[in-house]
């Protein structure tokens, strides 16, 4: 094959592997000739399964050099993960312990690593191989913070978990030597960190609220020269408290290298200068924050072009969206309610918004929107709503989360008639994606 047609097969398999309905069959496109198999190789990089399904790649695919089994061994030519460089397992179980000698094949090409099972299955993998690691998320008790001390010089983004198994609800004394080495020198190359806390009864976060422990964090975030993302998730639904959004605020005002910034818990609408710190003030360009229970008369309209991204969480109090027309690349995620108000009315009016403004200023189509709702499928869908997408030439792709009820394609059938017909709208076979309820809390802001 010529090099012309080989960038026509490789434009095609790209196609059908990005496409989930057709990655196995891509995948199966490795048996045509080795250069297919080489594609398929370059884009087969990330494993995320169980122990066991690991294990079972490694039988699969791993050959012998000698019938010896104590003597070395050497990844088959034909598999399809020598190009591995994400992995993301479950817990290591001791009973059937993962082969080291295929282990420190893969290990020392793996620059992602993700495992549930804590710093113990973490230590495994550094000892075997994975020396060259820069994305890390890592589950951990307080109580193991020093085993992190095997970390990769080249870790750039890490994701904390963390946990408690045993612990008073007001005893922060462990917490305090985690964050100091949290933010010592060893994190300080970091560009993006993520701090997780998954106890229902959200003690880390708790911690962080308080003032007085929240200025170590932030203190020490202000060495961070590289930082660029920053983003803190609690299970418990947290309203945020004064003392810490004047730590927050503070730091924001003094950080110099923030491009996103994460934080998808309640504002109240009183003194909310942080917010409006960020939506008007700040050089943040990617913001995830959360407006529910919020007036519209609090929450500012969007006056900076430097936002490229904006990710709100809303409920039926929520502000009107209308004021955020003028940010090109926004995701709406709206919480369930027992008592949800017309479910698209925000959407109307950011809708009605845009057009206004494009009417104004002449853009082409460039705004991207993506909606996670949770429809109530006793109401037909708005008139007005489809009216209005029908007239919104601003937007070039549209995106809809929606739960999933058993009626649910008469339900869609008048967004889907709108879009196949629509004149700037691109995605039209990928605008829609469903869930159902018990996945709605795990969706990603």
Same mark, same amino acid.
């Given at each position: 094959m010529t090099i012309f047609e080989n960038r026509i097969y490789r434009i095609i398999i790209e196609y059908l592997w990005f496409d989930s309905k057709n990655k196995s069959y891509a995948r199966s496109l490795c048996l045509v000739n080795w250069y297919f198999h080489r594609v398929i190789c370059s884009l087969n990089i990330s494993f995320n399964g169980s122990h066991e399904k690991l294990n079972q790649l490694f039988t699969h695919h791993f050959q012998r050099q000698s019938s010896d089994l104590l003597l070395s061994q050497a990844l088959n030519k034909c598999a399809l993960f020598s190009s591995l460089t994400e992995l993301r397992i479950g817990n290591l179980s001791s009973r059937n312990p993962l082969p080291l000698d295929d282990l420190k094949l893969i290990l020392p090409h793996i620059r992602s690593f993700s495992c549930i099972g804590g710093p113990n299955d973490y230590e495994l993998m550094? !000892? +075997?191989?994975?020396? !060259?690691?820069?994305?890390?998320? &890592? +589950?951990?008790?307080t109580s193991y913070f020093n085993d992190f001390e095997l970390l990769s010089p080249n870790l750039k983004q890490l994701k904390m978990v963390l946990h408690r198994l045993n612990f008073d609800y007001y005893d922060f004394s462990s917490f305090v030597p985690l964050t100091k080495y949290l933010v010592s020198e060893a994190f300080q190359k970091?560009? !993006?960190?993520? @701090?997780?806390?998954?106890? &229902?009864?959200g003690s880390y976060c708790y911690f962080i609220m308080d003032s007085k422990y929240s200025?170590?964090?932030f203190d020490?975030?202000? +060495?961070? #020269?590289s930082l660029q993302h920053l983003g803190f998730t609690f299970v418990r639904d947290i309203k945020i408290v004064t003392e810490f959004k004047e730590k927050l605020l503070e730091y924001l005002e003094k950080q110099k290298t923030l491009r996103s910034f994460d934080l998808p818990h309640m504002f109240y609408s009183i003194d909310s200068d942080c917010l409006w710190y960020l939506v008007r003030n700040s050089s943040i360009e990617q913001l995830s924050i959360n407006i529910c229970e919020m007036?519209?008369?609090?929450?500012? %309209?969007i006056q900076r072009d430097n936002l490229k991204k904006l990710t709100v969480i809303v409920d039926k109090y929520s502000t009107s969206l209308g004021n955020l027309s003028t940010i090109k690349h926004i995701k709406v995620i709206q919480r369930?309610?027992?008592?949800?108000?017309? !479910?698209?009315?925000?959407i109307k009016s950011l809708f009605k918004a845009q057009k206004n403004l494009q009417d104004l200023h002449g853009f082409k189509a460039n705004r991207v929107l993506k909606y996670v &709702?949770?429809?109530?499928?006793?109401?037909? @869908?708005? +008139?007005?709503?489809? #009216?209005?997408?029908?007239?919104? %030439?601003?937007?070039?792709?549209?995106y809809l989360r929606w739960e999933l009820w058993k009626d649910f394609n008469s339900k869609k059938k008048p967004i889907e008639d709108i879009i196949q017909n629509h004149p700037t709208i691109r995605n039209k076979e990928c605008w829609l994606s469903k869930y159902k309820w018990k996945e709605y809390q795990s969706i990603e802001y």
């Open positions: 550094v !000892s +075997n191989g994975m020396h !060259s690691l820069e994305c890390l998320e &890592i +589950n951990t008790d970091l560009t !993006s960190l993520d @701090i997780v806390d998954t106890n &229902i009864n200025s170590v964090l020490g975030l202000l +060495n961070f #020269q007036a519209s008369f609090h929450f500012p %309209t369930r309610s027992e008592r949800s108000s017309d !479910s698209f009315e925000r &709702i949770p429809f109530d499928e006793s109401k037909e @869908i708005d +008139n007005d709503f489809l #009216q209005a997408l029908k007239n919104n %030439t601003t937007l070039k792709r549209f």
